[in-house]
């Protein structure tokens, strides 16, 4: 399962990756990029949570007169204005933009006619949003400009990398422990063991402060002593050390101090 978390948070990050370059590709991303900078608040979610987050676009380069894209990433809720109540309700508060005002949302991306004069901003609140069940570094909202035009040839240029907006999403609460561990040992060689905290779709969990102690059916095995986990650890800890003395087959079990448990898969331990 761990290998397969791992692989699903490289999933989500090169399709974010992939996302990127290939709007930059076709809108001509090389030459300078697009106007103004979108932040987002907050920036920092738990794994399926639902949020309201506020998009804040500010025009600190220039005056921007003309249309923004905003792609809402895959695995959030998809935005809409049809249902003021419903999960990825979308809302524009012109605030120093006036006449500023969402033209169409396709699928997952929302356009804007934006008349904001140079160091004015306006919001794009997305309500109710479902976070991904996945954690990763960085969602981003890429966020894509260009000037009025009646020219075919003005593309969407997306903001600088640094000026756009990304939101963070972390493991929920702990709800279990998940075990790596060898299969095959030999008599008296040590190995390691690690023990991560998982919240209920196997991402790592957040804020995990338990003590995981490690017991073995091998009555003569060596095993490192309690371990107190810490921010640092971020619900991960490997066990060094541990040696499997009985040739036969043996099992670990991880036992942490609120109560959750997790026994590993067969070891079969051989004299040589």
């Known amino acids: 399962m761990g290998k397969r978390q791992g692989t699903r948070r490289w999933f989500w990050a090169l399709c ?38 506020t998009l804040t676009y500010l025009s600190d380069s220039a005056p921007l007169n003309g249309q923004m894209r905003v792609d809402v990433p895959v695995a959030w809720s998809p935005p809409q204005r049809a249902n ?57 909202f890429l966020t894509q400009t260009r000037p009025a035009s009646k020219s075919k040839k003005v593309v969407f240029k997306p903001l600088g990398p640094r000026k756009q ?7 929920a609460a702990a709800t279990g422990l998940f075990m790596t ?47 107190v986990y810490g921010p640092r650890d971020t619900a991960q800890h490997t066990f060094t050390g541990v040696t499997l003395r009985t040739p036969g087959v043996h099992r670990i079990t991880a036992i942490d101090s609120n109560g959750f448990t997790v026994q590993s898969g067969p070891i079969t331990v051989s004299q040589f």
């Open 16 to 53: 974010a990756l992939l996302g990127l370059l290939g709007i930059a590709s076709t809108s001509g991303a090389a030459g300078p990029t697009g106007i103004g900078k979108m932040t987002v608040s907050p920036n920092r979610v738990s794994a399926g949570s639902v949020n309201d987050l």
């Open 84 to 140: 003021r109540t419903g999960p990825g309700y979308v809302e524009l508060d012109s605030a120093g933009c006036p006449g500023t005002r969402i033209t169409g949302i396709v699928a997952r991306r929302i356009t804007i006619a934006a008349r904001c004069p140079r160091r004015h901003l306006f919001r794009l609140v997305y309500h109710a949003a479902t976070a991904p069940q996945f954690s990763a570094d960085g969602y981003i």
């Open 165 to 171: 907006p990304v939101v963070r999403v972390r493991g």
């Open 181 to 227: 561990v060898t299969s095959v040992a030999t008599v008296g060689v040590p190995f390691g063991v690690t023990v991560r905290a998982i919240d209920q779709w196997g991402n790592n969990a957040a804020d995990y402060p338990g003590t995981v102690t490690l017991a073995s059916t091998d009555p003569a095995a060596t095993l490192p002593g309690p371990y």
